[in-house]
């Protein structure tokens, strides 16, 4: 039972272009959602993240937008740089969860 | 502060075999969680201690079992070894804002 989904297992990108990674999510009592950055052979790495209590949340070339009504979380990445390709991964907490819920990934590979 | 650190980083087994992997997390953390990224998987959770304690855990058979000691060192132990548990086995630590931060995690192969 997969209640955090990443539908698009890979994206390409031109440089300079956006990025926008999609995430859907099932349980309505998920509060706290991330963005993970990983590179092969490597443990991922914190990107970005956002409470429910908010819509949007930008740090430079990031921005997570969550659409509670919809269940929806998105990634934005601008401008794209080769330097951004490698496996994005979104989870999803709930209160008092000291768990995540991961999706499966989406690979971004950015062309120069 | 020195990062989530995890030993060792490769290891090659055979079936039947069984394995332990060590995890230390960044000093102050006391939750310790494990995943398993297997190859166009995403991570799977495995367990989470805290303070000594297993918190949650996850849906994996009970060959994987894990334990956290009282300086939040923890270790993760695989028995009888089968090839599918060929993975990374990541390990995190969770600060008190619930941020997890990964170590570069151990590579495992069952021959």
């Known amino acids: 039972d997969q209640q955090v989904k990443q539908n698009s297992p890979s994206l390409s990108v031109q440089e300079g272009r956006i990025s926008i990674l999609n995430c859907d999510y099932t349980n309505s009592m998920f509060d706290y959602f991330l963005w993970y950055k990983k590179y092969p052979a490597e443990g991922p790495t914190f990107l970005i993240s956002i409470s429910s209590i908010k819509d949007k949340n930008e740090d430079g070339r990031f921005t997570v937008f969550l659409n509670k009504s919809a269940k929806h979380l998105s990634l934005h990445i601008v401008p794209s740089q080769p330097g951004d390709s490698a496996v994005y991964f979104c989870?999803?907490?709930?209160?008092?969860?000291?768990?995540?819920?991961f999706g499966s990934g989406t690979k971004l590979n950015v062309k120069p | 502060k020195a990062g989530v650190t995890q030993t060792p980083r490769y290891l090659i087994k055979t079936r039947g075999q069984q394995v332990t992997l060590s995890c230390s997390p960044i000093s102050g953390h006391r939750s310790v969680s494990w995943y398993q990224q297997t190859p166009g998987q995403g991570l799977q959770f495995l367990f989470e201690?805290?303070?000594?304690?297993?918190?949650n855990k996850g849906n994996f058979p009970g060959r994987f079992s894990g334990r956290q000691f009282s300086n939040s060192r923890s270790e993760m132990n695989v028995s009888t070894l089968e090839l599918g548990d060929s993975a990374l086995y990541l390990c995190a630590s969770t600060d008190s804002q619930e941020t997890q931060y990964f170590g570069p995690g151990t590579r495992l192969l069952v021959l």
């Open positions: 989870a999803a907490s709930a209160p008092n969860f000291n768990k995540f819920y």
């Open positions: 201690y805290f303070s000594e304690t297993q918190r």
